[in-house]
C-alpha cells in the first residue's frame, strides 16, 4: 500500500501560480502511475493532468492545457503540480492519486489509492 498527502493548496488572484504538492510513502519500492484529480463544490471529480511512471509522459485536460505542469520526482517519490494562470474555474479541492497499472489513464475510478486533498481557491 502506498499513502499520499497533499500540500502547497491556499488562495490565490486569478491569473496568479501555485504548486501542489504529492508525497507518496510506505511501499513506495513499486512504481505508480500519479495523477492529479480535483472536485468543486456541487461538481463530480474530475481529470486534471497524469504522469507516467517514468515521467516521459503527461497528459492534461483540456482545460488547464499550456497552463498547468505535472513532474515528478522518483527519487523523493513526490509530485508536483505547477499551476498558471489560474482562473476562478480553477478553485477545487485538488486529489492526488497513485495507480499501480502501467497504462496511463484519465479516468479516477481506475486509481486505488487517493490522498486526503488540498483546496485551491482562486480569487477574481
Known amino acids: 500500500q502506498v499513502q499520499l498527502v497533499e500540500s502547497g493548496g491556499g488562495l490565490v488572484q486569478a491569473g496568479g501560480s501555485l504548486i501542489v504538492s504529492c508525497a507518496a510513502s510506505?511501499?513506495?519500492?513499486?512504481?505508480?502511475?500519479m495523477g492529479w484529480f480535483r472536485q468543486a463544490p456541487g461538481k463530480e471529480r474530475e481529470f486534471v493532468a497524469v504522469?507516467?511512471?517514468?515521467?516521459?509522459?503527461?497528459d492534461y485536460a483540456d482545460s488547464v492545457k499550456g497552463r498547468f505542469t505535472i513532474t515528478r520526482d522518483n527519487a523523493k517519490n513526490t509530485v508536483d503540480l505547477q499551476m498558471n494562470s489560474l482562473k476562478p474555474e480553477d478553485t477545487a479541492v485538488y486529489y492526488c492519486?497513485?495507480?499501480?497499472?502501467?497504462?496511463?489513464?484519465?479516468?479516477?475510478?481506475?486509481?486505488?489509492?487517493w490522498g486526503q486533498g488540498t483546496q485551491v481557491t482562486v480569487s477574481s
Open positions: 492519486a497513485a495507480r499501480e497499472r502501467i497504462v496511463v489513464t484519465t479516468d479516477p475510478k481506475m486509481y486505488r489509492y
Open positions: 510506505g511501499d513506495t519500492s513499486s512504481s505508480y502511475t
Open positions: 504522469i507516467s511512471r517514468s515521467g516521459g509522459y503527461t
